[in-house]
Structure formats: structure tokens, C-alpha cells
Nanobody, 126 residues
Framework: QVQLVESGGGLVQAGGSLSLSCEAS????????MAWFRQAPGKEREFVAA????????YYTDSVKGRFTISRDNAKNTVYLQMNSLKPEDTALYYC???????????????????WGQGTQVTVSP
């Protein structure tokens, strides 16, 4: 069974930065596409960024392009999300997700992701 544990969330002022981490255990995920999603209060969970199993390909939602960077270290079974120039509208619970094992491509469709973490809260003050 795959377990994902996010960390790195917190409270930051607008314009600041945070770095999220997602450590996987149970299985090696080096051949599996992974992603970050987020959910603000009263809103649906939305796609943020995805990365392929190799790390060569990445994909972002328009609202975070140029500000967020997704990366992974397969030796550590960990995926990261570096968030710069944060805005109050980035406030949400951020979830790490992994696709079915050996599905290595990127996807923005949350239905493509089988494993989910518990989330880490990111709050951006004005």
C-alpha cells in the first residue's frame, strides 16, 4: 500500500515563498506520475501541477505558471512543490497524489490519481 505524507505548509505573507514536500512509502514511485492538487474552503479540489515518473515532463495550471515549480527526487521517493510570489488566492489545503503504479505520464484529471496524502495547509495573508 502506498502512503503519501505532505509537509511544509504554513502561514506566509503575500509575495512570500513556501516549499512543500511529499514523501512516499510502501512502494517505489520512480515510474509513476505524481501531482499536487489544492482545495480551498467551499470549493472543489483543483489541479495545480503534475510531473512524470522520470521528472522530465511537468504541467501546470495557468494560475501558477511562472510562480510554482514541481520537482522530484526518485532516490528519496519524494516530490516537491516550490511556491514563489504567493497570493491570497493560493490559500488552500494542498494534496499530493500519485497515479496508478507504472502510469508514468502527467495528468490534470484527479480521477487518474489513485493515492492521496492527507494534505498540508497553506495560508497566504494579504
Amino acid at each position: 500500500q502506498v502512503q503519501l505524507v505532505e509537509s511544509g505548509g504554513g502561514l506566509v505573507q503575500a509575495g512570500g515563498s513556501l516549499s512543500l514536500s511529499c514523501e512516499a512509502s510502501g512502494r517505489t514511485l520512480s515510474s509513476t506520475g505524481m501531482a499536487w492538487f489544492r482545495q480551498a474552503p467551499g470549493k472543489e479540489r483543483e489541479f495545480v501541477a503534475a510531473i512524470s515518473g522520470s521528472g522530465r515532463d511537468s504541467y501546470y495550471t495557468d494560475s501558477v505558471k511562472g510562480r510554482f515549480t514541481i520537482s522530484r527526487d526518485n532516490a528519496k521517493n519524494t516530490v516537491y512543490l516550490q511556491m514563489n510570489s504567493l497570493k491570497p488566492e493560493d490559500t488552500a489545503l494542498y494534496y499530493c497524489a500519485a497515479r496508478r503504479l507504472f502510469y508514468s505520464g502527467t495528468s490534470y484529471d484527479r480521477g487518474e490519481y489513485e493515492y492521496w496524502g492527507q494534505g498540508t495547509q497553506v495560508t497566504v495573508s494579504p
